[in-house]
């Protein structure tokens, strides 16, 4: 079994920074992919970034191309995300997703989530 832990979430005010952390722990697995996907209310689960842990390769949505930067600990199983020039519509519920190969499955793996409040 496999599971995601997240930390870093808070409350800050627009322009300031917050980085997150997601470390997966269990063993005998590889990650394929590990990212970050929000969820404000009353809006559904949107994708941030996501980053393969093979090659380094990345994906950002648009919304935080330039602000938000991911990467990886591959000897430590955790990515982290770093928020910049942070906004008030950055404000949602951060989720860690894996994508993981076990010896006998390939599934996808959450954290539990994180809040992250911007406001003045």
């Known amino acids: 079994q496999v599971q995601l832990v997240e930390s870093g979430g808070g409350l800050v005010q627009p322009g300031e920074s917050l980085r997150l952390s997601c470390a997966a722990s269990?063993?005998?697995?590889?990650?394929?992919?590990m990212g970050w996907y929000r969820q404000a209310p009353g809006k559904q689960r949107e994708l941030v970034t996501v980053?393969?842990?093979?090659?380094?390769?990345?994906y950002y949505a648009d919304s935080v191309k330039g602000r938000f930067t991911i990467s990886r600990d591959n000897a430590k199983n955790t990515v982290y995300l770093q928020m910049n020039s942070l906004k008030p519509e950055d404000t949602a519920v951060y989720y860690c997703?894996?994508?993981?190969?076990?010896?006998?499955?390939?599934?996808?793996?959450w954290g539990q989530g994180t809040q992250v409040t911007v406001t003045s």
């Open positions: 997703n894996a994508v993981i190969t076990t010896r006998t499955t390939l599934q996808t793996y």
């Open positions: 980053i393969n842990t093979g090659d380094g390769s990345t």
């Open positions: 269990g063993s005998n697995f590889y990650i394929n992919t």
